[in-house]
């Protein structure tokens, strides 16, 4: 799981730095369209041509286009607002999965110390978005990194949205490399498709763009997620989102370090309580057998 968050929170890292050379919405639809072509041998090989008769066709459908609009906020967003910003708004994901799931389905009802979680994550956005600092950056880049932060949570909306679709419909007891491929080949077409509308798709294959584009196909797009559902089959998944958390503090850490971006304080505060929140949100029954054995 450290593993996977380190991968994680380098995707837009790495999206960044060969910006110049491939736009990010180019660099998701390339290493998408390898994710889906990957997939689709494995899919075929294992269900043939009941893959396409068992009703999971529609929701698929829905799912890959919240997918692709998910990404393509994010490829977006990251023109706008740095990688660091991105890693926090768009893991607000969670927040928004445990609102739907908690209206569409009984036994995901929230508890108090949920909601007070939900409270405490909107108070860190809204932090993170009206508090700003001295930097440089915050005066002379501000309307447009506040849309890009925009986005970034608009990306984290749709991946809870995501979520919750796929719990509620069929998708639920498909395959996770079938829900998998119909995440990437939606967004392959899509993602592809407005690159070329916008003139987004002109490749400069220089060695840093082809190791990017290869880094986020075979171990973003591909190996990591399918990692992600094995260990969900495996381990509590409440655990696990604990644990995920730390893809953000990764983001941040690699945008500091690697890309040279500014941390300013109000966005700093914000964060910290944003990921407070996502893990009172994700982690409550945790968090209460914690309270219990400590009273006991």
Known sequence: MLVLCVCWGFQQIAIKLVAADIAPIMQIGLRSTFAALVLAV???????LRAVRDGTALPGLIVGLLFAG??????????LTTASHMSVFLYTAPIFAALGLHWLLPEERMQP?????????????????????DAPHAAAGAPNMLLGDAMG?????????TTVAIRATSLSE???????????????????AYAAATGQHVIHATQAAILSVAFQS?????????????????????????????????GVSFGVLILDEPL????????VLVLIGI????GGEMVREWVRRRRG
């Open 42 to 48: 494995v899919v075929w090989r294992a269900e043939g």
């Open 174 to 192: 498909a395959a996770p490399s079938k829900t998998l491929l119909y995440q990437m080949a939606v967004a392959a077409v899509g993602l592809l």
């Open 264 to 271: 300013d304080p109000g966005f700093a505060v914000g964060a």
């Open 153 to 161: 949570l608009a990306a984290g909306l749709l991946w809870g949205a």
């Open 218 to 250: 075979v171990v973003v797009a591909l190996s990591s997620y399918l990692a992600w559902f094995w260990l969900l089959r495996r381990y509590l998944a409440s655990r696990l989102s604990i644990l995920s958390f730390m893809t953000p503090l990764f």
């Open 279 to 282: 893990t009172l949100v994700s």
């Open 113 to 133: 110390l949920q909601w007070l979680g939900v409270a405490v994550a909107f108070g860190g956005i809204a932090v993170a978005f009206l508090v700003k600092g």
């Open 70 to 79: 998910e990404f393509l906020f994010v490829a977006q967003g990251l023109l």
